[in-house]
């Protein structure tokens, strides 16, 4: 079934001549603050509990609110970006986003806090009008290079979102981390009405048609359904994780405040340098061998965090490996839905991200509550299932193929 050709145009071949190194790290610097938005609250979680103790009980609400918002904001604003000036979106959203930040930092109960970050996460989608971008301006040989060099600023965004968090509440409460991100947005809004192109728009769908035509694509490329299933299991695996580290490092033996938890995110930025290399090999070799390996390397973070509930360093190798295997299956996988559909890159980027984030979502909430049943091997039988699941599909898509 095609999603309505005639309403779309392929993007023109003019887009390629604002192709440079100084824009894509533009873009990439536009995915990672805008992105850090949504992982701001995880080391945040101790905090929080603290600050209304009558809600502990339901913490786990402030991240899940925050990826259902990401995923909601993919639906119905990401799409966008085929039918506007993605720059002018970009602008908007930023505008949006500090309203909801603002909100945040000045909330009264843990239900304003979540319904804040529920609006914050529908609003922080700007880092997907960003990559898109990427795709549409890199000439075809370079797109998963181009691809992976914004994914890189986005996934460091989401490593030190952490770490800044963790250091700004530490000195200065977790309402101030809140309050510097509005600032860091008021920064890069001025930055990008001076430096960012206007982006050509793929489609005259009205908007009504145009998300209704999201249907079609998930009906259309069995490769994107793979894809996205493929991604949002491993992505709940990595936020399975996260949040339950805040809590694990806040208890014995570690008894470590949010400082301590958002540093680790420092080392998971390693791992971020993956993701050039992993667009290279895409566009090289073809994602699917790559893709394998991630999963691996997932089951294999999950299986050294078995062993290392009470050990500093075992931690950090398993944030290491955990982080590559999370961020090369990502990269392969968007460089290969990109391929699919090149005058609807919005949409089709929409439709991984919502899967991606409707995961998320599912992984912290199921993280979080294994760790209340189970404590710290509870957290890890799930990131083992989800790799689990992970690997599944990717076989399944496989064998469908040959």
Not at 21 to 45: E, F, H, K, W
Not at 170 to 199: D, H, I, K, Q, T
């Amino acid at each position: 079934m095609s999603a309505s050709p005639s309403a779309d145009r392929p993007a023109p071949d003019a887009a390629s001549t604002h192709y440079s190194r100084g824009l894509l790290l533009l873009l990439a610097t536009i995915a990672g603050v805008s992105v850090a938005n949504i992982y701001y609250n995880q080391p945040l979680l101790d905090s929080f509990r603290a600050s209304f103790p009558s809600q502990a009980s339901w913490i786990g609400a402030v991240p899940t609110a925050t990826q259902l918002g990401y995923a909601t904001g993919m639906l119905v604003l990401a799409p966008l970006g085929d039918r506007f000036d993605r720059r002018l979106l970009i602008l908007l959203q930023i505008a949006g986003l500090s309203v909801a930040l603002i909100a945040a930092a000045s909330a009264s109960s843990l239900a304003v806090l979540a319904v804040a970050s529920l609006a914050i996460g529908v609003l922080a989608t700007i880092a997907q009008q960003a990559v898109p971008f990427a795709a549409e301006i890199a000439p075809p040989a370079e797109r998963g290079h181009a691809v992976g060099t914004v994914m890189s600023g986005l996934l460091l965004g989401i490593l030190l979102a952490r770490t800044a968090a963790g250091f700004v509440a530490e000195y200065f409460g977790w309402r101030a981390v809140f309050g510097a991100s509005v600032a860091s947005l008021v920064a890069l809004a001025a930055l990008v009405a001076v430096r960012l192109p206007r982006s050509t728009p793929t489609s005259t769908l009205p908007y009504g048609k145009l998300l209704a035509s999201i249907w079609h694509l998930v009906v259309e490329l069995r490769g994107l359904r793979e894809a996205s299933a493929t991604g949002a299991a491993i992505f709940a695996a990595f936020s399975a994780f996260w949040p339950v580290l805040t809590l694990l490092l806040a208890g014995a033996p570690f008894h470590l405040g949010p400082q301590a938890a958002g540093l680790f995110g420092i080392v998971g930025a390693a791992g971020a340098l993956a993701a050039p290399y992993a667009g290279r090999f895409a566009d090289r070799r073809g994602p699917r061998t790559i893709i394998s390996i991630a999963i691996a390397l997932v089951a294999l973070a999950f299986a050294i965090f078995v062993l290392s509930g009470t050990s500093l360093g075992g931690l950090v190798v398993g944030v290491i490996v955990l982080d590559v295997g999370v961020q090369t299956a990502q990269i392969s996988n968007q460089s290969r839905i990109y391929a699919l559909k090149p005058d609807a890159r919005s949409r089709v980027n929409t439709v991984f991200m919502v899967c991606y984030f409707i995961g998320g979502a599912l992984g912290s909430s199921v993280g979080v509550a294994a760790w209340r049943i189970a404590g710290w091997h509870g957290m890890c039988a799930a990131g083992l299932l989800f790799a689990a699941l992970a690997g599944w599909s990717h076989h399944r898509g496989s064998h469908a193929r040959g």
